[in-house]
């Protein structure tokens, strides 16, 4: 039932003050190409988290950097050079609500 016990560090407090979620498009949906975006994503260091999603996007990713143009670099040298990736839709967080803001 209990799947583990974790830490929630504040992202500006390591140099991550900026989260954007980018909806990946891929040019193929051969197995072979999914997994070789699959492999090549999750070594990604700025990616908090990826989902496989239906939709619009093939996968939609959490990134979290320093600033506006450590994404620049991080989308134009890493992300949009992965394997596969056709498109990239970029949504950059404004404020997170959670539980514990109220």
């Known amino acids: 039932m209990i799947r583990g016990y974790r830490a929630m560090v504040d992202p500006a407090a390591v140099g991550r003050g900026l989260r954007v979620f980018a909806g990946v498009r891929l040019i193929r949906h051969a197995r072979a190409d999914v997994v070789a975006f699959e492999r090549a994503v999750v070594r990604l260091p700025e ?47 404004m404020k997170t609500l959670t539980a514990d803001t109220r």
Do not use: K, M, W
């Open 47 to 93: 990616v908090a988290h990826s989902h496989h999603v239906t939709g619009n996007y093939d996968y939609l990713l959490q990134v979290e950097v320093a600033d506006l143009p450590a994404y620049e670099d991080f989308h134009a040298n890493r992300l949009a050079s992965l394997p596969g990736v056709a498109a990239v839709t970029s949504y950059v967080t």
